[in-house]
């Protein structure tokens, strides 16, 4: 039997973080230049029905059966074999590399479960449809989050944009137009959870007030889908820094975010704000009428410890 190798785009959200979670609407995009890759090998000498699991970055190398139940990998493979239907397969090797950075909001869990159930089916003669490698990578979310809103899954796997609206079924959209965007790292570490409930207290204690922050946020996302399906992407950049103060009043901003994003604008980005929790992680900006590689050196100039430049829309 042949390799089988397959790839999984990481992610950022680009309007709508702590506001989604009151009903507003999310986007996130593809990040395409990094990549989660999983190759699956026919495990040549192993014993029958072996599966070994390799992971280099985090130095993972065992047998399936020794990885616990809750492993994000091990359900990756589980589930997969009972979606193909399955239960005795051939023995194989699985190797997951990964150049999306670990515990930086862009996806890495995510794109890791989707390479691997679409490298394991492929090898297994059973590919699987988006549909139900989406439907697993949202299971495997659960183990990662607890409680998954599913856009990490769904524009991994889809690797197209995410519109999300809590209780709604999420949509994806088509990008008219490509842009670029510069993703700057604080090296801080982003506790989304210590974020998210602190918002919810503050929330609790003006209601009015923040209620007029999410909805001014739900307002940015939807203008801003408009822009994107139309080609108006140099809307976006506007719509970015009005976010970002938005974000800033509610308190989930930080001095390194800050900092990152005066550097993007100052540099010639067209907007730029912090992505996801916040109070550390990611930041983004819109390379427009600037080379995005000045942009990339103005943040590192500033303090960031990795960037990556993506093109939306480019597949």
């Known amino acids: 039997m042949p390799n089988f ?3 999984a785009p990481g992610k ?5 973080e702590h506001a989604v979670v009151y009903g507003q609407p999310a986007i996130a ?6 990549q989660a890759r999983a190759t699956v090998a026919p495990g040549i000498g192993l014993p029958s029905g072996t599966i070994q699991v390799q992971a280099p970055e985090i130095a993972l190398d065992s047998p399936l059966r020794a990885l616990p139940l809750d492993h994000a990998i091990k359900q990756a493979i589980d589930l997969t074999l009972a979606a193909v239907g399955v239960a005795q397969p051939p023995a194989f090797k699985l190797k997951i590399t990964s150049t999306i950075p670990l515990a930086a909001g862009l996806g890495s869990g995510a794109a890791v479960s989707v390479a691997a159930v679409r490298a394991v089916s492929a090898f297994l003669g059973h590919p699987l449809a988006d549909e139900q490698v989406n439907a697993i990578a949202f299971e495997i979310e659960k183990i ?15 690797a197209q944009p ?24 604080t090296g801080v570490a982003s506790p989304t959870g210590i974020a ?3 918002v919810r207290k503050a929330w609790e204690a003006d209601k009015g007030g923040y209620e007029g922050l999410f909805d001014e946020c739900g307002r940015i996302a939807s ?4 822009a994107i399906e139309s080609g108006e992407a140099g809307a976006l950049g506007p719509l970015m820094d009005e976010n970002h103060t938005l974000l800033q009043a509610m308190g989930v901003s930080s001095p390194e975010l800050d900092r990152l994003v005066q550097a993007a604008r100052a540099a010639g980005a067209a907007g730029a704000k912090l992505s996801g929790g916040g109070r550390g992680g990611n930041m983004i900006a819109l390379a427009r ?12 100039e500033a303090g960031a410890t990795n960037t990556v430049v993506t093109t939306v829309g480019h597949r």
């Not at 950022?12 to 709508?16: C, E, N, P, Q, W």
């Not at 995009?29 to 990094?34: A, G, I, L, R, S």
């Not at 999300?164 to 965007?181: M, N």
């Open 289 to 300: 009428e600037v080379d995005p590689d000045r942009l990339a050196n103005a943040l590192m």
């Open 144 to 158: 990662h989050h607890g409680t998954p809103s599913g856009i990490d899954n769904t524009v991994v796997t889809y």
């Open 196 to 198: 998210v409930r602190d």
């Open 12 to 16: 950022v959200i680009l309007f709508g």
């Open 162 to 185: 995410v519109y999300f609206v809590k209780g709604q079924p999420i949509e994806t959209f088509v990008i008219h137009t490509p842009f670029t965007l510069v993703i700057g790292d």
């Open 5 to 7: 190798t397959a790839t």
């Open 223 to 226: 203008a801003a889908r408009r």
């Open 29 to 34: 995009v593809p990040v395409t230049q990094v």
